[in-house]
């Protein structure tokens, strides 16, 4: 019996990371082969939100990958991926990020798009492959690419973005605008967590040359909740900078509705931050008009300022 | 004004890399960019002969790339890529390779698919664009299909190859059996060069963690030219590998007819090839039956082998 091969996502999993897996080995399934979605950590609330409201299981918890086959979706680098997978054979890469430090012995394919969503690509490789996700498939789609990119407001939002949004909420019978706007409800349920939570619930790591940089993110309809407890969140930074020995730490408080970021900063190298990001932390503290992507707008100038 | 945008092989290109270049610099173009096909190295005489046939001017030499925007076509890693690569801006990559260490920071298109061929990737991204080749893009990329899978006879060729080789056959109005057979001709007249020359003609260089390696291929109808005269051909295997400090040098002298290879080795870690290619070499000499894939039937076990 050949041996089954895991889609998963990345460390810290979030919509679309989850909703690409399942949805991606759904289609590997359709084509015959014997692939399983996966997971490389806990669902977050949004997350499990969509699991619930499309009726599909939460794919299993991989602890260690070491000796599997593995189909990565929405991430392509080794700070991301779950543990063991350096020890494990990288089947095919899905994603829509910057090109990471994961290597292959033999051709592989890998399809890296720069669109707002793992999701999107997803969509299309169903189209190529003339089938139609269900109504189930086309929901978690749905979700994965609204979240993604904050209901098609994010900068990284394409026109195919546009247009697969459209397809996928005709097939999942909702409205995009008005599912999407309970999601974003979701995705901003924050008060609950403590400072740790709050900072590592979608959460990053990076190597740029010798540096290790940690990057998360809180995207929220209520930065105030998080800005209020600024003094708990800083010494919460401080002490995962130290423990994991990172140059920096960054947090990015993404205001979904006002569409900007205030940036909070830990760890010893502030001023190649600043450098990076073109501007000035007072108190650790920094506001970024018009910021809303980690990915597009905070990784590119970050790694060349670190570099 | 904007920067033009290069597309790019690997060095010492072949007839895929250069035939790559220059169609997928039309489809650019059709699209609205302003790209501008560019070599690595200096053309081998299969690629001179397409190029005559087909009536089209060999793309120039990029001497220095630094500062430059690229795409990448038919390869992914900087030991094959252009001189100041790494000071350029990678735009996109279109290959069919295993998946190399080039890094970037933005997210960029990335489609790199387990089939023959480059030129069978870009056939059809044609498609996707909605655009039919012309004649002579389509002699080209045809071209690029047959010397890379030795007309549909290597282990690497798919069924994709094949639907596409019928395609391009009929737009660029060819037989591609026959045309195909002239192309093996000028692909293997390596009588008239130097030792050095014939083992440098099709040539790669890899890292494997700490290790370098040269592998060098002569895909050939006539071996035994290559062979009579191995101890010239060792004898010059041996100076590239000091000069270069590689950990080995392999030679793969594959012999088109009989679908095998004949690989010589020199270098210092003869016994991590052997381990690799799991033979033994006996006087520098090791017969390897039914290999004729350096990218899938050697490159793979050796990385393995030295990691």
Not at 70 to 95: C, F, K, P, Y
Not at 130 to 136: A, I, V
Not at 180 to 203: A, N, Q, V
Not at 225 to 253: C, G, I, N, P, W
Request: charged share 30%; glycine share 6%; hydrophobic share 35%.
């Amino acid at each position: 019996m050949s041996q089954s091969t895991y889609v998963i996502g990345h460390q810290q999993p979030d919509t679309d990371t989850i909703c690409s897996a399942v949805a991606y080995a759904r289609l590997k399934e359709k084509q015959g082969a014997d692939a399983v979605p996966a997971r490389a950590g806990e669902l977050n609330p949004e997350t499990q939100f969509v699991l619930e409201r499309w009726d599909v299981d939460a794919p299993s918890h991989l602890e260690d990958a070491s000796g599997e086959q593995l189909i990565l979706v929405d991430h392509n680098e080794h700070s991301q991926t779950v543990t063991g997978a350096r020890e494990a054979e990288i089947m095919e890469i899905i994603d829509h990020h910057r090109i990471g430090d994961v290597e292959t012995s033999s051709p592989i394919l890998f399809r890296n798009e720069p669109v707002g969503s793992t999701a999107t690509i997803l969509s299309e490789l169903f189209d190529d492959a003339g089938e139609t996700p269900s109504t189930r498939t086309a929901g978690l789609l749905l979700s994965g690419l609204l979240s993604d990119t904050v209901v098609l407001r994010s900068p990284t939002t394409t026109d195919r973005d546009r247009v697969v949004a459209e397809e996928l909420a005709e097939i999942a019978g909702v409205d995009y605008e008005e599912y999407g706007k309970e999601l974003l409800t979701h995705k901003s349920k924050i008060g609950e967590k403590t400072p740790r939570e709050m900072i590592l619930s979608d959460f990053k790591e990076f190597e740029f040359g010798t540096h290790e940089l940690g990057i998360g993110q809180i995207e929220t309809v209520e930065p105030a909740v998080v800005l209020h407890q600024k003094d708990a969140v800083l010494e919460a930074m401080d002490d995962v900078a130290t423990e994991r020995e990172y140059s920096a730490f960054v947090l990015l408080v993404t205001d979904l509705l006002e569409e900007d970021t205030t940036a909070l900063v830990a760890g010893d190298e502030i001023e190649t931050v600043e450098a990076g990001l073109d501007t000035a932390f007072s108190e650790q503290e920094a506001f970024l008009p018009g910021v809303m992507s980690r990915k597009k707008q905070v990784v590119p100038p970050l790694e060349d300022a670190f570099r």
